[in-house]
């Protein structure tokens, strides 16, 4: 005989019920396994070559901001808390079950010192600034840069287009600043400071390619080597105005060139 239709509706909340509470205690079993506290990250394990950072201090300092458990972890989150860490430039997050986190670290590579003295921050190869300490030691021989907000990218490009000039005179480049207006001012390692104007990079370029080459015919006049340079100003239209250790411009040294040989 058929089934009643009552009968037949009972049987299906029956079935629909067992099936609702069980996924409800499959649901209720796994957010449990989930946010089990074993587990939790017991491990994370940082490689790559570092000489600014530690393992160790890497996770004193990361730990702390970490959220969640090997299932619950955002690690885009997570590499993105190691990435603001200093001298961390690219981090690579990834589990490795049951319970260890794997980070390989890209540190940064310091190019130059950027800004005024006491507010000096570091820039990267690429020109972006990034959180270190300027006043260590071992960076002592970077080069300091300076300039308007926004243009760390162009006066890193400017210093690399003009260092190889001014290697030339045995005199390297330490230091080039851009003010607000845009002159360009280069420091030399002897201390000399040299006035350069407002241009472009080619007219910059070409500007000191043409001081450079004839540098150490006007010091050779004065019987001076270009070592003997303390200051230049290239902004004067056809020509340059120079100054001179022991050579005065009231002096008939300054003011009579010395006879060619």
């Known amino acids: 005989m058929p089934v009643p239709f009552d009968v037949r509706l009972m049987n299906m909340l029956a079935t629909a019920l067992f099936v609702g509470c ?3 205690v499959l649901a209720a079993g796994a957010r449990w396994a989930i946010h089990h506290p ?58 490795e ?17 950027w800004g005024a003295e006491g507010e000096s921050r570091l820039l990267n190869s690429d020109g972006q600034m990034f959180e270190g300490d300027s006043a260590d030691p071992d960076l002592h021989s970077l080069p300091h840069l300076s300039g308007r907000a926004g243009r760390s990218m162009e006066v890193l490009g400017m210093f690399r287009a003009l260092a190889p000039i001014y290697a030339k005179l045995d005199n390297p480049l330490v230091a080039l600043d851009e003010s607000n207006s845009g002159s360009w001012k ?41 070592a003997s340079l303390t200051s230049a100003d290239l902004r ?25 040989k």
Not at 49 to 58: K, P, R
Not at 209 to 223: D, I, N, Q, R, W
Not at 237 to 256: D, E, H, I, L, P
């Open 97 to 113: 079950f049951p319970h260890t986190l794997s980070v390989t670290i890209t540190e940064q590579d310091a190019a130059a010192v």
């Open 22 to 24: 069980g996924a409800m």
């Open 236 to 260: 004067h239209a056809g020509g340059y105005a120079v100054r001179m250790q022991g050579v005065s411009t009231g002096s008939a040294s300054a003011t009579k060139p010395a006879p060619k």
């Open 186 to 226: 280069a420091t030399l390692q002897s201390g000399a400071v040299i006035e350069m104007g407002q241009g472009t990079e080619t007219e910059v370029r070409q500007r000191v390619s043409k001081f450079a080459e004839s540098l150490p015919e006007v010091t050779g006049m004065y019987k001076r080597s270009v």
């Open 38 to 95: 074993a587990l939790s990250i017991a491990r994370i394990v940082v490689q790559g070559e570092m000489e600014h950072n530690s393992a160790v201090s890497l996770q004193a300092n990361v730990m702390p901001a970490l959220k969640g458990n090997f299932f619950t972890m955002d690690l885009d989150e997570t590499r993105k808390i190691f990435e603001q860490a200093p001298w961390v430039r690219q981090a690579q997050v990834r589990r």
